[in-house]
């Protein structure tokens, strides 16, 4: 059964900087891979989907990148802004989630 | 972007009513909706895959009379909570597939509170 891992559980940088979000899938069979964010109380918005075929996506600021024999993918989120806290999940196939990445970018 | 809207945001309803959830898709059609649960916290958990015109697939330990769901077209799926009980206060969200089965949209969610 797939099991999705995101680490770290929370994460606190400052304005400006560089940072990555890890996720983790045990089951390496996978179609797709997709990172969300997600606003207090709110909805996902969908950030990048990677197919199982790709390595990398990046969408201004964000790249995500995928391995699928190690069962990994990172987010990486440039030149970090205050906007950008949010909760980050990550979703294989768009069925199973991680717990999430709770950031908090300080001003 | 491809655009769903779940409505309501959020409901509160007394124990032992019903309380139906609607998930559109404004400007694409999906074959494929899904339904997730979300408690305070924790990660989505998907509740089950709604296709157009067939029964939904639930998954295991989701009940199919207590979580009815209908997706009687293209642009609409809708999820009833039936005899509803506190415990089964959460957020619930939707998602929709496009029919080039890519990416997956989500609404806005729906905070269901059983008092």
């Known amino acids: 059964k797939q099991e999705v891992t995101q680490i770290p559980a929370a994460l606190s940088v400052p304005e400006g900087e560089n940072l990555v979000l890890n996720c983790s899938f045990t089951?390496?069979?996978?179609?797709?891979l997709q990172w969300f964010r997600q606003d207090p109380g709110k909805g996902l918005t969908s950030l990048l989907l990677i197919q199982s075929s790709q390595r990398e996506q990046t969408s201004g600021r964000l790249n995500a990148s995928l391995d699928k024999s190690s069962g990994r993918s990172t987010l990486y989120i440039a030149a970090s802004q205050p906007g950008d806290s949010a909760t980050y999940l990550c979703?294989?196939?768009?069925?199973?989630f991680g717990k999430g990445t709770r950031l908090h970018i300080l001003p | 972007g491809a655009v769903v809207s779940q409505h309501p945001s959020w409901v509160i309803c007394k124990s032992g009513t019903s309380v139906k959830i609607e998930c559109r898709s404004l400007?694409?059609?999906?074959?494929?909706m899904f339904w997730y649960r979300q408690f305070p916290k924790q990660s989505l958990m998907l509740m089950a895959t709604?296709?157009?015109?067939?029964?939904?697939?639930?998954e295991q330990g989701v009940e199919k009379d207590k979580f009815l769901i209908n997706h009687a077209s293209l642009t609409l799926s809708t999820l009833t909570v039936t005899s509803a009980h506190p415990e089964d206060s959460s957020f619930y969200i939707c998602?929709?597939?496009?029919?080039?089965?890519?990416?997956?949209?989500f609404g806005q969610g729906t905070r269901l509170t059983v008092v």
């Open positions: 089951d390496s069979a996978i179609y797709n």
């Open positions: 400007d694409f059609q999906a074959t494929t």
């Open positions: 709604s296709n157009e015109g067939s029964k939904a697939t639930y």
């Open positions: 979703a294989t196939d768009k069925i199973i």
């Open positions: 998602s929709a597939e496009d029919n080039a089965n890519t990416e997956a949209f």
